[in-house]
């Protein structure tokens, strides 16, 4: 059987999105691959991880320049791999054929969003492996828009597979929470693409508390935070956070830029209202579940949602049925095949 390698580097990394998608792929393509004719396995630094039914291969590598540039591509060719799949980036050389998963283009879009090391890196890395991938994953339609666009890519090595969602994320027993809808909730890395300030004055105006949960990547605007009473968790292990979901008044997006948005479908699944601002990835998950105002009338949607709380709930969880980790395992399957053949 033909081997496919996953660069599954992120496990353990508390990488959020990026992260959660690999997991969920995994896990997924684990009880497929078999009938496919094909082997599984996952490159990783933390082996204990892999999911059931995935080969695990450890491969730690100090640094990630010298991980994508040497030991990676050694460590493919040495495994026999016919195809490899990567998120963002690939190796700089490559033995065998590759596809890559492309989240989303922010630091293209609205290059502040990204810190500049980062953003040196990723105007290097991503427009060069849209080129060289045999096909380009992306998890929405915005975001093969912006490949179009932006990269030029051919419509036709572009295959979107949206996000699942995990089935832990359920609305579980309101009347077991005595603090059901006592605070907002954000949701995601702190960072000035998520624009946490704009949902903390929304919060405030109508008298709720907001929490913050996700890992603070830009420590002064989570200071900032903390400073004007938000409660900032630092990375949240996925039962907690089914928790704050569950427990929360409403969930608040308030992204600058979004590739997919998968704490909308996380919320929606936990039948907790969902209000964002009207970004397109947004809209794409939320679809007519969600509340979607201006930075501006957030509180005003808040008040809404909380209004409509009921009603809101029911819409989300019938929302969220749409999204499956099961279809983007078995489209990104077809994937593989199309480009083994």
């Not at 690999?22 to 393509?29: G, H």
């Not at 699942?164 to 059901?180: A, E, M, N, Q, Y």
Request: proline letters at 6%.
């Amino acid at each position: 059987m033909k081997l496919v390698a996953i660069d599954a580097d992120v496990l353990g990394r508390h990488r959020t999105g990026d992260e959660t998608y690999v997991l969920n792929l995994l896990r997924a393509l684990a009880p497929l691959t078999s009938e496919a004719g094909l082997r599984l396995a996952a490159i990783m630094r933390h082996p204990e991880l892999v999911p059931t039914g995935i080969e695990a291969v450890e491969l730690s590598t100090p640094s990630q320049e010298l991980r994508m540039a040497v030991t990676l591509p050694r460590l493919l060719r040495r495994l026999g791999a016919a195809l490899g799949h990567f998120q963002h980036a690939l190796p700089l050389r490559l033995p065998c054929p590759a596809v890559v998963t492309i989240h989303d283009l922010s630091f293209e879009r609205d290059p502040s969003l990204m810190g500049r090391k980062d953003r040196l890196v990723f105007r290097a890395m991503v427009p060069r492996a849209a080129r060289r991938a045999a096909r380009v994953l992306t998890v929405s339609e915005r975001t093969r828009r912006d490949l179009l666009e932006l990269y030029r890519v051919p419509d036709e090595r572009i295959v979107v597979t949206p996000n699942g969602v995990d089935p832990t994320f359920t609305p579980g027993d309101p009347s077991s929470r005595l603090l059901l809808g006592s605070y907002a909730l954000l949701v995601g890395a702190v960072q000035e693409r998520k624009n946490p300030l704009a949902a903390l004055a929304a919060a405030e105006q109508v008298g709720l508390p907001l929490v913050v949960a996700g890992p603070a990547k830009d420590t002064e605007l989570a200071r900032e935070l903390e400073r004007r009473g938000a409660r900032v968790t630092g990375y949240v292990a996925q039962e907690a956070l089914v928790e704050l979901y569950r427990g929360a008044a409403c969930l608040l997006q308030t992204s600058r830029y979004e590739g997919f948005g998968l704490p909308v479908l996380e919320a929606m699944a936990c039948g907790t209202p969902v209000v964002a601002v009207d970004e397109p990835a947004l809209r794409e998950v939320g679809g007519d579940a969600a509340i979607y105002a201006p930075e501006t009338e957030l509180a005003d949607a808040i008040r809404r949602a909380l209004a409509e709380r009921e009603e809101r709930s029911a819409a989300g969880i019938a929302r969220a049925r749409l999204f499956s980790w099961d279809a983007a395992a078995r489209r990104t399957l077809e994937v593989y095949r199309e480009v083994l053949r």
